[in-house]
Each structure stands twice: as C-alpha cells, then as structure tokens.
C-alpha cells in the first residue's frame, strides 16, 4: 500500500513538473552555442525588417487617410453643386412662369395657343408660334439639363461615398495588418536580452560548467545540482509548493508558450504592491533587460521608461532547480545576488519598468536559465518554460496568496 502512495505522489509531481528536461553536455553546449548565435542574428534581422514592415504600412495608412480626406472633400463640394443646381432649376422655373405670364391672355388655360392664335395676320400668327415653339424649347432643355446635371452629382457622389467605403475599409486591413506585426515583433519576447548579452551568456556557461568539472558527457544541470547540493554553502533547501508572488490581484494576461505569452502578468489595485518568491530558493540574479528607448520596443509603442528591473529565484524542487523570474519591478527589495530567500522575502515592487503598458509584474518559470550559470542559452530557456499555473493556482482574482 505505502508503494503504491508513493508511486502515486511521483506521478502527480511528474505531471506538474516532467523531470526530462534534455539537457546537454559540454559539447553539445558548445555547438548549441555557435548555432544560437547565428539564430540569434536571424531573429534580429527579423525584427528590423518587421519595423521595415510596420513603417510601410505606417505610410499607407496615412496615404489612405489622405484618400479619405479628400474623398469626403469631393462629397461636400457635389452637395453643394447640387444644392447650386437645384437653386438654379428654381430659378430657371419662376423666370419660365414669368415669361410666360408676360404673354398669357387672361383666361389663361391655353396661354400658349391663345397667344399664337390672337394674331391679326398670317406674319404676325408665324411669328407668334415661332415664339411660344422656342420658348417651350428653350424651357424644357434648360429643365432637362439641370435635372441631368444633378443625376450625374447624385450619382457622382454614390461613387464617392463607395469610394470612401473602400478606403476605410483598405485602412482597417492596413491597421489589422501592422497589428498583426506588432505582435509578431512582441513574441520576440517582452523580456528577450539581446543578441550580444544571450551569446556571452551562453559562453560564461561553458566557462562555467568546464570549471565547475563537469564530465565531458555529463548532463550539465544534472552534474550542477550534484555539486551544488554537495557544497553546503551554496546548497538549497527543497521546497514541496508554491505560493502566488502577491497578497492579492487579478489576472491580466495568461501563459502561451514558447511561441506565444512567456508567463503570466499579473497586476493589482496597489499599483506598487510588494512581490515575493514563489517559494523558498536562492536569488539567481539581479538585472535589467536591454529594453530602453530607440530600442525594438519602443517600434512597437510601448512607453519604455528604462530597462526592465528583474529578480531570478532559482529552486530546488523534485530534485532539480527551477527557476522563477519576475519583471518590470519598481525596484528591488533588500536582497543581493546568492542569498537565500523565503517565500515571504520581500524581492521588489510592481511597477512599469522597461517595455511596458502599464503597472503589472510578469512572472516567467523555466527549468533552467540563460543568465549566470543557469544551464542553458536563451533558445534552450524558451523550450524549458513551466506554465505558472502547474505550480500555483491562478484565479482571475485572489485576495490572499
């Protein structure tokens, strides 16, 4: 029975937790390194083209709003034409009636043939009906002109106002489309070093692992964990469950991977609330990223008040480290680089720091680290990404840890 209790407690800390994290030897770390590097690169340029891309669409956006603008300036200028065109048929029709008054007989009916027919002489009866002829021509071409002129206005301004239609439709496509690329440029991470700080990184690892011994086909994280867990000065104690970093908040944004969210966002109605540990561990670092102004978030909008404050936390849980990130602080709290830390250690203060849309705190999980001898470069670190929500329950809101 107790055999089958602890098979059980393995299955359920296998399934929040796999214990696989394919880590690689020196050597493997090495090459992984020359060809991250490269990838490294590639993602930049990436970037630069997607910020390419962005001031294109950019451009035609205000082009198509240019568009619009003097589309509708058109449509105002045809209503006015209109309007012109319908004064002057009112105009055109009273002088008609005036003309005609001026050689109506009285009883009035039949001006037109009262007045042809009340000549005195054959001359007189010609040019007469000569007379009334042209008068009703002239009449009926002048009404048929204007009545055609605002036809064609009428239907000028249908044409315009379809036009007008097409453009903002064109333009929603446009802004769907830069948003599109925005987000594309965003999943090149919230929190994403820079090319030249990941490849130093990785080599300080290689460094790293070479000094600390490890054997040259020895799991890396596995080969840390034995020595670090034998040095009692550096060894951690294990921790069993994790807490919420927060005494109380909401959820803002949620985990999407690799490829998508890195974590999850987390804010609160005190906008500088203070954050803890997930759980007991060692401070791993403390940094800040390389977002700053004019860098590629400021391309997508974000208001980049300096580079993002970051605490690491490194664990040990399930007899490997796991490592807890928390982003954008304020500031720090009373706390230095390898001190060991509990779940209530006061590590920072929410806040906006770096590429950021406001006050909220990001909080990233991963079985190993890019930064300071955490066992992986930063590709590596991407594939290690623990959902936050496999350690610790996250509702939309909480009032308690």
Known sequence: MKSKKILYIFIVISVLLPLNINAKTIAEFEAEVNKYTAELKEKQNKIAKNDEEVAAVKKNIANIEGQIKTAEEEVEKLQEEIEESNRKIAEKSAESK?????YQIENGD???LEYAFGAETITDMIYRMSVVEQLTEYNDRIMKELQQLIEENIKKKAALKQKQEELKTLKEKLEAEK???EADTQTIRESMPSVETQIKEAQANVNYFKKLGCGATEDILACQYRISQQNSNSSIPSVGAFSRPMENGYLVRGFGGRYGHLGYDLSSSNKSIPIYPIAGGQVHAIYT??????????SMGYSCNGNAKIVVIKHNYNGSYIYSSYVHLSGYGNISQGMQVTKDTVIGYMGTSGCSTGP????????????????????????????????????????NR
């Open 98 to 102: 005036k003309v005609m008054q001026y």
């Open 110 to 112: 039949n001006a037109y």
């Open 179 to 181: 948003v599109r690329i």
């Open 289 to 298: 990223d390389g977002c700053t102004s004019g860098s590629w978030c400021r």
């Open 360 to 399: 909220h705190l990001h909080v990233e999980i991963a079985r190993c680290h890019w930064k300071n001898n955490g066992g992986c470069t930063y590709n590596q670190y991407l594939d290690r990404l623990v959902n936050p929500s496999s350690l610790f329950n996250i509702p939309s809101r909480w009032t």
